[in-house]
């Protein structure tokens, strides 16, 4: 649900319950509050989810760099064996 539509309808049922706009105005407050409960909960669910996928693709790219160091030494290994076939004896 919107804000806008959730506000409606509390401040709809509100509003029958009493006509006082100070009671109106808490109950404002109150679902702003509710609001931002629900924002900030679903805001750290979010970040743990982030910093999880985070901490994966690092693990990932060490793993890379790893594999990528072992193959470039290979390289290196067989050019310098090549180079070494290569000169008169």
Do not use: F
């Not at 693990?59 to 290569?86: P, Q, W």
């Amino acid at each position: 649900m919107t804000r806008l539509y959730l506000t409606t309808i509390l401040l709809a049922m509100t509003e029958k319950e009493t006509q006082n706009p100070a009671d109106l105005d808490l109950r404002k407050l109150e679902i702003r509050v509710e609001e931002l409960i629900r924002a900030c909960s679903y805001l750290k669910d979010e970040n743990k989810s982030l910093r999880a996928r985070q901490d994966n693709l690092v693990s990932e790219r060490a793993a890379l760099i790893e594999k990528t160091e072992l193959a470039r030494a290979r390289v290196e290994a067989m050019i310098t064996r090549l180079k070494s076939m290569e000169t008169p004896q």
